[in-house]
């Protein structure tokens, strides 16, 4: 094997991606694999010049593929002039570091990519925290590549440096150290985030988690829903940072709706573990909404991975309601039928345009309340703070002012039946 040299400095902006057909993997769904590496390169700002498909039999422990394909895949790479090789698998630390020291050419897997985007697309501090842990322990064990994302800190205090201590042996103090400062400052984010979670439950508003695969138009139902400024752009991850906003019911019931973190096929373990806090929105709330893309030649994959993500967030599931968005842009009649076929219950929307949405909400409403029994109170006249709180937590069904009390019906959840108890007569 050639070492070859690297230009270290050289600006990557070409890419030539390497789909990976893995056992028992068919040629559709392989390709989908590779159509969705090109929209993560893409989000990454770098041009495809190049693609191609490798039928793995079995993974090799020096370049996870032969060498003779490998310098094939090598040789096309640089015959369109890209910078790097994309390869759409998880490589370890020795597999990578062997494909750049073959080519002369930065060579990243499916995890740098992920982490790359996300890091581009983290803005509150917690994310920056966590994205930042998850890129430092990926590059830890990569520190002898030609092309590494890893800053290279220079400096110290006296006597920092041992006498004769190699810059590798420097270097990998310098990340440990910078591993240990991002968990401390992550771990008092996260305090603060339980807290201000901790805050929000004592509240007892019914929350809702939206969840769905990366790109499905979560954000803008949050938008469109709410009325909340939150990014919306099509692009893979383009919310990074989850986002909560209160929407009230036509009864008046105040509930919490979260965005979250777009799931994927074979998110990096790190993030998965990185964003558990962020995750934990759906395994706290009270309802999920699924959002499918209707127009997605992937949706039965899609489907499964986001409800594999979540049977590992919450085992044994959440209620959930189903709904199929950007179904404005279904022309074909036959293609709905099929998807209503699979899943009867789920609605049919356009976060876009509006479409459904009046159903959607009316449903949320619907399933929140599901199993919560209907009471009859009676307040004095004085506590109208009693029936505020009632309109906030619970579904009022009536209300009637008499002589010294107002006597009000309301399905309350059986959650907050405690904090009404001493108002509860019967009926």
């Given at each position: 094997?050639t070492?070859?040299s690297?230009d270290?400095?050289?600006?990557v902006?070409k ?7 893995e056992p ?5 769904e ?14 990454m700002?770098l ?7 490798v039928?793995?039999k ?7 593929i032969?060498?003779?394909?490998a310098?094939?895949i ?11 090789v994309?390869?759409d698998?998880?490589?370890s ?9 073959l080519g ?13 985007i996300?890091a ?5 501090r917690?994310?920056v ?7 430092m322990?990926?590059?830890?064990p990569?520190l002898?590549?030609?092309w ?6 220079r ?7 041992g ?27 996260q ?5 201000q ?11 809702i988690?939206?969840v769905?695969?990366?790109n ?11 009325a909340?400024e939150?990014?919306?752009?099509d692009k ?7 986002t ?10 105040k ?40 127009t997605?030649e ?9 409800m ?8 044994g ?15 074909d ?12 219950d ?7 345009s ?18 919560n ?7 004095p006249?004085?506590r ?5 709180e009632?309109?906030?937590r619970?579904?009022v069904?009536?209300a ?7 006597v ?14 001493k ?5």
């Open positions: 094997m070492d070859k690297v270290k400095d050289k600006v902006d890419a030539y991606l390497v789909g990976i057909r028992g993997v068919d040629e559709r392989a390709a989908a694999h590779l159509e969705e590496l090109a929209e993560l390169v893409d989000t700002r041009t495809v010049v190049g693609s191609e498909m039928q793995l079995a993974p090799q422990p020096r370049l996870l032969g060498s003779g394909k310098d094939e090598l040789a096309a790479a640089k015959a369109a002039e890209a910078q790097c994309v390869i698998f998880d490589l630390p020795s597999q990578q570091r062997n494909w750049e020291k002369g050419l930065c060579v990243i897997d499916r995890q740098e990519v992920i982490l790359d996300f581009a697309r983290a803005s509150t917690e994310a925290l966590q994205v930042g842990l998850a890129r322990e990926y590059s830890l990569r002898t590549r030609a590494t994302h890893l800053s290279r800190q400096g110290g205090a006296k006597g920092t440096r006498e004769g201590e190699k810059q590798l042996e420097a270097d990998r103090r310098l990340a440990l150290n910078r591993i240990d400062v991002l968990k401390a400052e992550l771990k008092e984010v305090q603060r985030r339980d807290t979670r901790s805050r929000r439950e004592k509240t007892q508003i019914p929350v988690a939206i769905g695969y990366t499905v138009g979560k954000s803008s139902l949050l938008k469109n829903l709410t909340a939150v990014l919306v752009e893979l991850f383009a919310t990074l940072d989850p909560t906003r209160m929407i009230q019911l036509p009864s008046k019931q509930v919490l709706l979260s965005d979250t973190v777009g799931f994927i096929r074979k998110l990096p373990h790190k993030l998965v573990a990185a964003f558990k806090s962020t995750l934990e929105e759906a395994a706290l709330a009270d309802l999920v909404i699924h959002v499918l893309d209707a997605s992937h949706i039965e994959a899609q489907w499964r991975t986001t594999d993500l979540l049977e590992e967030l919450c085992p599931g959440k209620p959930t309601v189903t709904v199929y968005n950007k179904s404005d842009l279904l022309g009649p036959v293609l709905k039928a099929t998807l209503r076929a699979a899943r009867p789920a609605l049919f929307i356009s976060a876009r509006g479409e459904g949405l009046d159903a959607l909400v009316a449903v949320i409403e619907e399933r929140i309340n599901e199993g029994p209907v009471v009859k109170l009676r307040l006249h004085a109208y703070d009693v029936v505020a009632l309109y906030q619970a579904k069904v009536s009637k002012h008499e002589d010294d009390d107002t009000v019906t309301a399905r309350i959840p059986e959650k907050h039946m405690k904090a009404f108890a108002f509860i007569v019967p009926n």
